[in-house]
């Protein structure tokens, strides 16, 4: 009972201390020793050392590629301005009585292409508030607009996307980028058709009552010199190479490769697959880019490393997380927390579900919880696919959506800096934050599962 106690407590302080501005560099060691203190079962020093950091380093080993790569990307698309044509050029076509509409589609094109969810926030806030602002549509609906454009369906469910919750569960799977898509194009339609209607309504009732854009002595919004940005066609064109060529890799050239050779090093080619396709789709978007763009950019080589070093706080924040999981998993109480969870009833999906959200909003951190959630039971899923006769495919897709509920609830990083940028607080915004990001996902989650359980994948 003591060691059940350990982890909730650990668990609770993680949350609030995380909450209060203290980085998960100090908090997850000490905490997790904290766990293990409590349960008395594991060593305190071999639960950090033995535990603790060789799951840090294997996460880094796996996913530290594509956190690098994304950062670099998503770094040179917004110094070329690229990024901001993308979301100039959407707005314009819109119009701005689509003022909403326009966030949510620029934000969700960049996030789909690869470009990091912070890059997009910067890149399209200053083009959100000048729009808001012209059709006097209230600038509290700001940062819910672009995270739902950044953090929902674009993350989690559209199939092929590369952003790191999408990548995670592949190797425990054997799964691709591409996996059931039917179910993440189903998720996708709920979380973005709920999020914009949610966003509409809520808007036009405030509209009605008199609420314009508001007076914000405080904003500072640079103009943005629109006859200097590439063309609206130019700046797509390396998210339609991330796109196709993540395509391409994963369906045609790594699926008929013979990899003998990767059992010497304890993997296989169905393991590795998605992200090598991933990693080469990325390192080809960076150069073509860097081509396409050079002049804009100015110091190519200054970008690059500024978006190379803002990718290390990042991968060693969730390797923390992921850190912290397993010396919790390690702990004789968690055998008891594992069972209640693979006893809920009904189709494994909806545990697999279960577990990843709860974990993720623990953390605070979509990858991180899945990656807590997959490290401790992916192995049982994966067994339970097989003996059920589930796709491995639906238990990818449930788990990436799921990691996208919980996760984004106040103390989550992604949310403070969403506000900060906007310059607005918690009380102002986050009402329609939660609702876009954390019910509206859930509710879509639940019906990919029951779309799972009749075969569609």
């Given at each position: 009972?003591?060691?059940?106690?350990?982890?909730?407590?650990?668990?609770?302080?993680?949350?609030?201390?995380?909450?209060?501005?203290?980085?998960?560099?100090?908090?997850?060691?000490?905490?997790?020793?904290?766990?293990?203190?409590?349960?008395?079962?594991?060593?305190?020093?071999?639960?950090?050392?033995?535990?603790?950091?060789?799951?840090?380093?294997?996460?880094?080993?796996?996913?530290?590629?594509?956190?690098?790569?994304?950062?670099?990307?998503?770094?040179?698309?917004?110094?070329?301005?690229?990024?901001?044509?993308?979301?100039?050029?959407?707005?314009?076509?819109?119009?701005?009585?689509?003022?909403?509409?326009?966030?949510?589609?620029?934000?969700?094109?960049?996030?789909?292409?690869?470009?990091?969810?912070?890059?997009?926030?910067?890149?399209?806030?200053?083009?959100?508030?000048?729009?808001?602002?012209?059709?006097?549509?209230?600038?509290?609906?700001?940062?819910?607009?672009?995270?739902?454009?950044?953090?929902?369906?674009?993350?989690?469910?559209?199939?092929?996307?590369?952003?790191?919750?999408?990548?995670?569960?592949?190797?425990?799977?054997?799964?691709?980028?591409?996996?059931?898509?039917?179910?993440?194009?189903?998720?996708?339609?709920?979380?973005?058709?709920?999020?914009?209607?949610?966003?509409?309504?809520?808007?036009?009732?405030?509209?009605?009552?008199?609420?314009?854009?508001?007076?914000?002595?405080?904003?500072?919004?640079?103009?943005?010199?629109?006859?200097?940005?590439?063309?609206?066609?130019?700046?797509?064109?390396?998210?339609?190479?991330?796109?196709?060529?993540?395509?391409?890799?994963?369906?045609?050239?790594?699926?008929?490769?013979?990899?003998?050779?990767?059992?010497?090093?304890?993997t296989s080619i169905a393991k590795?697959?998605?992200?090598?396709?991933?990693?080469?789709?990325?390192v080809a978007a960076v150069i073509?880019?860097?081509?396409?763009?050079?002049?804009?950019?100015?110091?190519?080589?200054?970008?690059?490393?500024?978006?190379?070093?803002?990718?290390?706080?990042?991968?060693?924040?969730?390797?923390?997380?992921?850190?912290?999981?397993?010396?919790?998993?390690?702990?004789?109480?968690?055998?008891?927390?594992?069972?209640?969870?693979?006893?809920?009833?009904?189709?494994?999906?909806?545990?697999?579900?279960?577990?990843?959200?709860?974990?993720?909003?623990?953390?605070?951190?979509?990858?991180?919880?899945?990656?807590?959630?997959?490290?401790?039971?992916?192995?049982?899923?994966?067994?339970?696919?097989?003996?059920?006769?589930?796709?491995?495919?639906?238990?990818?897709?449930?788990?990436?959506?799921?990691?996208?509920?919980?996760?984004?609830?106040?103390?989550?990083?992604?949310?403070?800096?969403?506000?900060?940028?906007?310059?607005?607080?918690?009380?102002?915004?986050?009402?329609?934050?939660?609702?876009?990001?954390?019910?509206?996902?859930?509710?879509?989650?639940?019906?990919?599962?029951?779309?799972?359980?009749?075969?569609?994948?």
């Amino acid at each position: 009972m003591l060691g059940i106690f350990g982890i909730i407590i650990s668990l609770g302080l993680l949350m609030y201390l995380a909450y209060r501005g203290i980085t998960v560099l100090i908090l997850a060691p000490i905490l997790a020793g904290l766990a293990a203190l409590m349960s008395g079962d594991v060593p305190l020093m071999a639960s950090y050392t033995e535990v603790f950091m060789t799951a840090f380093a294997g996460y880094a080993k796996a996913y530290f590629p594509l956190f690098l790569l994304g950062a670099i990307f998503g770094k040179l698309m917004d110094e070329s301005g690229a990024a901001k044509a993308i979301a100039h050029g959407i707005t314009d076509k819109l119009g701005k009585g689509k003022a909403i509409t326009a966030v949510v589609l620029s934000c969700g094109i960049l996030t789909y292409g690869g470009v990091s969810l912070f890059v997009v926030a910067f890149a399209v806030y200053p083009i959100a508030a000048a729009l808001f602002r012209e059709a006097e549509v209230p600038k509290r609906f700001i940062p819910a607009a672009i995270a739902l454009g950044s953090f929902t369906f674009t993350m989690t469910a559209l199939p092929g996307t590369p952003q790191i919750q999408n990548a995670i569960p592949m190797p425990f799977f054997e799964t691709t980028p591409w996996a059931a898509p039917f179910l993440g194009l189903i998720g996708a339609a709920v979380m973005f058709g709920g999020g914009v209607f949610w966003l509409q309504r809520r808007s036009k009732a405030a509209m009605a009552k008199g609420e314009g854009y508001g007076d914000h002595p405080n904003e500072n919004i640079k103009e943005i010199a629109y006859d200097e940005l590439p063309s609206l066609m130019m700046a797509l064109l390396p998210i339609f190479l991330v796109l196709g060529l993540n395509f391409v890799l994963t369906k045609f050239v790594f699926a008929n490769m013979e990899a003998a050779y990767l059992a010497d090093y304890g993997t296989s080619i169905a393991k590795v697959r998605g992200i090598w396709s991933i990693i080469i789709s990325l390192v080809a978007a960076v150069i073509l880019t860097i081509l396409l763009f050079k002049n804009k950019i100015g110091d190519v080589k200054n970008c690059v490393n500024q978006g190379a070093f803002g990718s290390l706080l990042a991968i060693v924040n969730t390797s923390s997380e992921v850190g912290y999981g397993n010396v919790i998993k390690t702990l004789g109480a968690f055998a008891l927390v594992k069972t209640a969870i693979l006893a809920i009833p009904g189709t494994p999906l909806i545990s697999l579900a279960v577990s990843t959200s709860v974990l993720a909003g623990i953390t605070g951190s979509a990858s991180g919880g899945m990656s807590i959630a997959l490290g401790a039971l992916g192995d049982i899923y994966m067994q339970k696919a097989l003996a059920l006769g589930i796709d491995p495919a639906a238990f990818h897709r449930i788990a990436a959506m799921a990691c996208g509920g919980l996760d984004s609830l106040p103390h989550n990083g992604a949310v403070i800096t969403l506000l900060g940028i906007c310059g607005l607080s918690h009380r102002e915004s986050y009402a329609d934050i939660g609702m876009c990001t954390v019910v509206i996902p859930i509710i879509a989650t639940a019906i990919a599962i029951v779309f799972a359980t009749m075969g569609v994948v």
